[in-house]
């Protein structure tokens, strides 16, 4: 029996707009050319399933973020701009100890001036100021040594008799009035008056402990 020539389309593409090949088969051989079909509908289907293998994307290590400008402009103004200072007095001398006078109060006087800060000093002691018999001598030098700075107008404190140690009252102070810096020198260490393992404890904002 003899075959007429005849074309089959054959789709070879699976997507939306699939192309068609046009096959034609020879009238010769109908067997190679249904082999040539089958082998062509199998390359198809090969080629169908490919198509929907997903890729295999590589990842990247992610570099660590980092800080934010803001966050570290925030926390280098908080050792530069200073406007609220405090200044604690915790010894008894009526002169002032020559750490207290020379270097606490000489140093926030500077502070203040450079940065346009207010000052509060805050006198603690255990005792009662009908117990202190020069302390109106004390005062009279915090405002002479601070004037001498540059500073008539301050805030002064007095916390006296209050029984709590004077780390914690200079931190209560430190929180309530919101301030920027606390001026100290190492004397008040050394002599007791402050703990300084509790600084960090009590006291909200940076500590300036200048040596002696």
Known sequence: MAFAPYLVAVPIDTSKHAKTSILPFSSSSP?????SLSSLAFSSSLFSKTRNVPRIRRIRPKAK???EESEVNLAADAFTHFKHLLLPIADRNPYLSE???QQ?????????????ADI?????DEKQKE?????????????????????????LLERLGEGSKPTAIIGEVADD???????????????????????????PCPVLLLPL
């Open 65 to 67: 973020a980092k800080p």
């Open 120 to 124: 509060t000093v805050v006198v603690i």
């Open 31 to 35: 067997s190679s050319s249904i082999e």
């Open 177 to 203: 009035l919101n301030l920027d810096l606390v001026v100290m020198s190492m004397e008040a260490i050394h002599s007791k008056h402050v703990d300084a393992n509790l600084l960090a404890e009590f006291i």
């Open 131 to 155: 117990a202190l018999p020069e302390h109106e001598t004390q005062l009279a030098s915090i405002r002479w040594h601070l004037s001498e700075g540059g500073f008539q107008e301050f805030k």
């Open 99 to 101: 750490g207290t006078r």
């Open 104 to 116: 606490a109060a000489a140093t926030t006087a500077a502070l203040a001036k450079k940065y346009e």
